[in-house]
Structures are given as C-alpha cells and as structure tokens.
C-alpha cells in the first residue's frame, strides 16, 4: 500500500523557519512529480510548490516564491519544502502529494496524498 508521510511541522515564531519532509513508498519515486499543498482552516487547500519527476525543475505559489524551497532526494524516497522567513498566515496543515510522470498546480489529479503536518506561526 502506497504511503506519503509527513513530518518536521510544529509551532514557529514570524520570522522563523521549518523544514517539513515527506517520505514517500510510491515506487520508482524518481518517476513521480511530487507537490506541497496547504490547507488552513476555512479555506480551499491550495498549492504551494512542486518539482518535476525528470529534471527537477520547481515551481512556486507567489504568496511563497522566495522564501520556500522545494527539493528532492530520490535516494531517500523524500522530497523537502525548506520555509524561511515565515508569517502568520502561513499557518496550516501542510500536505505533500504524488504524481505519475506530471506535476501540476491544481489538487485534483495527485494520485497519492500524505496525512498532513501541522504548521502554525504565531505573530
């Protein structure tokens, strides 16, 4: 059965930083685009960063461009998002996604998604 597993959320000042990975068992994972999406209370779940399967190339949500990173390691099944510089409102439950041979910045269509991690950012 096909895991995604989250972890490294937690509580941070503004300002602050986090690095949230994902582990993933899809197989092979170097085949799977692989994306980050946040969902905080009320609200639509919306995308936040993705990376290609093949060559690694990221995209961005504006309201994080520059201050996320989003990264991979196929030799860990794992794909990152490094946050910096974080606000209040970038408080939510965090979810990475898997895709096979895509990406793409819209939810519907990720064949595999993980639990959630909880980010929360106090002011």
């Known amino acids: 059965q096909v895991q995604l597993v989250e972890s490294g959320g937690g509580l941070v000042q503004a300002g602050g930083s986090l690095r949230l990975s994902c582990i993933a068992s899809?197989?092979?994972?170097?085949?799977?685009?692989m994306a980050w999406f946040r969902q905080a209370p009320g609200k639509e779940r919306e995308f936040v960063a993705v990376?290609?399967?093949?060559?690694?190339?990221?995209y961005y949500a504006d309201s994080v461009k520059g201050r996320f990173t989003i990264s991979r390691d196929n030799a860990k099944n794992t794909v990152y998002l490094q946050m910096s510089s974080l606000k209040p409102e970038d408080t939510a439950v965090y979810y990475c996604?898997?895709?096979?041979?895509?990406?793409?910045?819209?939810?519907?269509?990720?064949?595999?998604w993980g639990q959630g991690t909880q980010v929360t950012v106090s002011s």
């Open positions: 990376i290609n399967w093949s060559t690694s190339s990221t």
């Open positions: 899809v197989r092979p994972f170097s085949s799977y685009g």
């Open positions: 996604a898997a895709k096979r041979y895509n990406t793409g910045t819209s939810p519907g269509g990720y064949d595999y």
